[in-house]
């Protein structure tokens, strides 16, 4: 089943064009670029665009491609580095994986029954599908931790003398994935392109990819043992680290629409 996506990938991929800033700034093929801008914007006129990768081209004429180890030893993009350490952390740490992993384990302590668990976990897929959708068609990031932070009272309730708590719980889930989905679900790779300028942007990628990857595994293996040890408050955990992320993009990261490359960079530094 697995095989199936990936080998319709494989075939589409020489369909699709190259990184328009990749053409222009480490290629310096003009026409390319403009012709893969063309189809990524679906407009004849980029070419505001193509002077401002022009701009950052000539920036980074002396500049070479950066290594990992050169990016973490960067101090002119100290800030940027930690906000990619921090929001990729923060996605994995808040708690959304673990609902995913275990949310046939969630449904079933509810007091859902086993025959229905199956068609309850298909209905929040289905959810996690348009609230992604309402997501990138608002650009907006919803925030989780007010539906985390029902989760515990609704967990401990459940199964005893309110048979209704069980469904408060069901919704909680559906409510965290689809705040997930409609907001931090795909931030951390879009931000990453924005915070640094081409010479950065791979060792950035490269960083931010693999700690997500590393926060994913650990919230997956420690999750029963936190369950175990702290019962229905272990969402008080994720909801703790929701308020620290959402407290540091406040305060750091700064806005950057309608802002070049260039420019975002300059206010970082």
């Known amino acids: 089943v697995v095989v199936v996506p990936a080998s319709l990938q494989l075939l589409l991929l020489h369909c699709f064009p190259e990184s328009p800033r990749y053409l222009l700034i480490e290629r310096n093929d003009v026409c390319r670029a403009t012709e893969a801008l063309h189809r990524f914007l679906g407009t004849l006129d980029v070419q505001g665009v193509i002077e401002e990768m022009k701009e950052e081209q000539r920036s980074l004429s002396s500049v070479e491609m950066v ?63 348009v609230a992604g959708l309402i997501g990138v068609s608002h650009g907006r990031m919803q925030p989780l931790g007010v539906t985390a932070l029902s989760l515990p009272p609704s967990t401990i309730k459940q199964g005893t003398d309110l048979p209704w708590m069980r469904y408060v719980s069901v919704v909680c889930v559906v409510g965290i994935i689809a705040g997930f989905c409609m907001g931090p679900a795909g931030v951390p790779f879009l931000m990453t392109a924005e915070l640094f300028t081409q010479s950065h942007r791979p060792a950035a990628y490269i960083v931010g990819g693999s700690l997500n990857w590393f926060c994913n595994f650990t919230i997956g293996f420690i999750f029963p043992f936190l369950q175990m040890s702290a019962g229905a408050f272990c969402y008080l955990v994720f909801c703790g680290v929701c308020l620290l992320v959402a407290l540091y993009v406040y305060l750091i990261i700064p806005e950057t629409k309608n802002k070049t490359f260039m420019e975002i960079s300059h206010t970082f530094a």
Request: proline share 3%.
């Open 67 to 129: 290594s990992v180890w050169q990016l973490l030893r960067d101090r002119s993009v100290r800030w940027q580095t930690l906000s990619v350490v921090v929001v990729n952390a923060g996605m994995q740490l808040s708690g959304i994986d673990a609902i995913w992993f275990y949310t046939n384990t969630i449904f079933e302590n509810a007091g859902i029954p086993v025959s229905q668990i199956p068609y309850t976990t298909v209905g929040t897929g289905a959810i996690e599908i």
